[in-house]
């Protein structure tokens, strides 16, 4: 009986895979708020993170002076 062969590619370095990894500072209360919608949807708090960025950003204005 002849087996499949496993084929291993190299893997890819960090940041090649479309997402960026950086830190952010935010206040307490808005932090115990996301981890609330978090608890209360199921989603973690990095993909609502996601969703709320993908939001504001599509639905932003910026006003010249």
Do not use: W
């Not at 062969?5 to 115990?32: A, C, T, Y």
């Amino acid at each position: 009986m002849e087996h499949e062969k496993l084929i291993v590619r190299p893997k890819r370095p960090k940041g090649e895979d479309g997402h960026r990894i950086f830190s952010i500072r935010i206040k307490d209360n808005l932090m115990e708020q996301i981890e609330d919608i978090s608890k209360e949807t199921g989603y973690s708090r990095n993909e609502l993170i996601n969703l709320f960025l993908e939001y504001a950003v599509a639905n932003c204005t910026i006003e010249k002076n």
